[in-house]
């Protein structure tokens, strides 16, 4: 197909594709927006091989979108399968974390606490630990302690 037949290919595609929408929105409006749709394509029937390319395209979207929606729907299959294996894998290290006799506490590199042991929140019961400076927490500081010397 030259260049300037695929140019036409496709014009006829998109205008294909426009009419596809058009009758989708007018169906969606309901019964009037069906009489009106009559009316407009009791008037202008397109051509018999127009009306091919039209049938051939829509044929095209819909296979393509039954595949999208398979695709969609495996992948969402797969992330709920690993968000119940995170879950499960989150449970499990609390469950050991909770075990231990010591307090513990889990902090990133800015010294806030971002997971505590059932110990730990047994001590400090009163506070709200999660998210807070250690040094806040355990010892009413307002900035880091100092290293030992």
Same mark, same amino acid.
């Given at each position: ?22 009758? /989708?929105?007018? #169906? ?19 051509? /018999? ?8 395209? @829509? ?28 879950? #499960? /894998?989150?449970d499990f290290l ?29 001590? @400090?019961?009163?506070r709200d630990t999660?998210?807070? #400076? ?16």
């Amino acid at each position: 197909m030259g260049k300037k037949a695929g140019f036409w290919y496709n014009f006829r595609l998109l205008g294909n594709l426009g009419i596809l929408l058009l009758v /989708s929105l007018l #169906h969606s409006f309901g019964r009037s927006a069906r009489k009106l749709l009559l009316y407009f394509t009791g008037r202008f029937r397109p051509a /018999s091989q127009e009306t091919g390319l039209l049938v051939n395209t @829509y044929e095209l979207m819909k296979e393509r979108l039954r595949d999208s929606i398979r695709e969609m729907e495996e992948k969402t299959r797969q992330l709920e399968e690993t968000g119940e294996q995170l879950r #499960h /894998s989150r449970d499990f290290l609390q469950s050991i974390i909770d075990s231990l006799d010591e307090e513990l506490i889990v902090l990133d590199s800015d010294l806030l606490i971002t997971d505590v042991n059932r110990n730990f929140r047994v001590k @400090y019961r009163d506070r709200d630990t999660i998210g807070r #400076h250690c040094y806040e927490v355990m010892y009413g500081l307002k900035q880091p302690c100092r290293p030992p010397l």
